[in-house]
């Protein structure tokens, strides 16, 4: 498991994480009860943090301009 700070124009969430072979990824942000699961085949490529940005860049702003 790992954990990282993640800040969305003024708004910060903090995620924790598991990252698995082929870029599985389960990510956990418990202030808005919120659990995201992503399967991948990106077997052979260390630290790929697609899922991670997508969340960071795309998933995250989306909740954050309906909620906060």
């Known amino acids: ?3 990282r700070e993640l800040k969305v124009n003024k708004k910060s969430f ?3 994480f598991a990252w ?4 599985q990824h389960i990510f956990i942000i418990k202030e808005i009860s ?3 699961v992503c399967t991948g085949k990106n077997y052979g490529i260390d630290f790929y943090e697609g899922p991670l940005k ?3 860049k795309e998933i995250l702003p989306l909740i954050e301009n309906i909620f906060f």
């Open 1 to 3: 498991w790992w954990e």
């Open 14 to 16: 903090l995620v924790h």
């Open 20 to 23: 698995g072979y082929g870029s």
């Open 34 to 36: 919120l659990m995201i």
């Open 54 to 56: 997508l969340l960071e």
